[in-house]
């Protein structure tokens, strides 16, 4: 004899299949579009920065100092087209940390700045020196001063 | 003729909506957990090396900026391809310098190869000649 069976409808299993697949589906899309985003954001901020920091043009000119006092004075060029500040300087790989002018003020496009500050070194006459500057976007410029 | 009971087919599909659903918030909160650690906070950032000095035969100093927009922690560094004895664990802040550590053995008048690697993975490579 055949015995009857009961169970949910067609028509209700397909709708909670459905639900479950829109609700997976609805998951992955947020997911995917954020994160899309997100990665398109860091890809644009870093082309962004690294554009600026190919294009940053900045020399040093001149460079002098005081072998009585350490005083060193550096004379910087801004020939590229956006406007740049110098945030660190270094002499012979030491970090300099006293300033008396020109750290962290802007240097327009075509601009001169002169950056003078008190050597972490002794300067001594006929002394050859490297000369390290850095701008705000983290670019280095080197000069070999002969003093 | 046996009689069987059963369920009556309202209480099964509540009971199958609730699985359902019950389910859906399961797998949506383990792929939220597990995918959250996949976003651009742990994207490798930027680093700027400003100057690098051997100090000693066991030192190396590195001036590591910064340039990227998240924090990086520097975790391991490399001499020649070859783990270094030691580098101090440095958390950068964007646009900040840090100065870096690294411990191994230098000879004078020899280049090496360094490259330090952040836990983001952020890597800097640089090489220093010892003249200390």
């Not at chain 1, 390290?132 to 000069?143: F, L």
């Not at chain 2, 599909?13 to 609730?18: C, K």
């Not at chain 2, 870096?100 to 004078?108: A, L, P, Q």
């Given at each position: ?147 | ?53 051997v100090v000693n035969a066991t030192t ?46 230098f ?25 200390f």
């Amino acid at each position: 004899m055949m015995r009857k069976r009961r169970g949910i409808s067609e028509l209700y299993a397909s709708l909670m299949l459905l639900i479950i697949v829109s609700s997976m589906g609805v998951v992955i899309y947020s997911y995917t579009v954020e994160t899309t985003l997100s990665y398109e954001q860091y890809f644009v901020e870093k082309e962004a920065r690294d554009s600026k920091r190919a294009l940053e043009r900045v020399s040093i000119v001149n460079a002098y100092g005081n072998t009585l006092s350490d005083n060193v004075n550096v004379t910087v060029y801004n020939y590229g087209e956006f406007d740049t500040e110098i945030i660190e300087v270094y002499l012979n790989d030491e970090l300099v940390n006293t300033f008396f002018a020109g750290i962290d003020e802007n240097i327009e496009s075509l601009g001169l700045m002169e950056i003078s500050f008190q050597s972490p070194l002794p300067i001594i006459e006929g002394e050859q020196y490297t000369i390290i500057i850095v701008s705000r976007i983290g670019v280095t410029y080197s000069y070999i001063w002969k003093k | 003729m046996e009689k069987r009971k059963a369920i009556s087919a309202y209480i099964a599909v509540l009971f199958l909506v609730g699985l359902a659903v019950a389910g859906g918030v399961l797998l949506y909160s383990s792929m939220i957990g597990a995918l959250s650690g996949i976003n651009t906070n742990e994207m490798p950032q930027t680093l700027s090396l400003d100057t690098v000095k051997v100090v000693n035969a066991t030192t190396c100093v590195a001036y590591v900026r910064n340039v990227g927009s998240e924090s990086v922690t520097i975790d391991q560094a490399y001499i020649d391809d070859s783990p270094a004895t030691s580098v101090d664990s440095v958390t950068i802040s964007p646009e900040s310098l840090e100065t870096v550590r690294i411990r191994g053995t230098f000879v004078v008048g020899t280049t090496y190869d360094f490259k330090i690697v952040a836990k983001d993975l952020t890597q800097l490579v640089f090489s220093a000649k010892a003249s200390f």
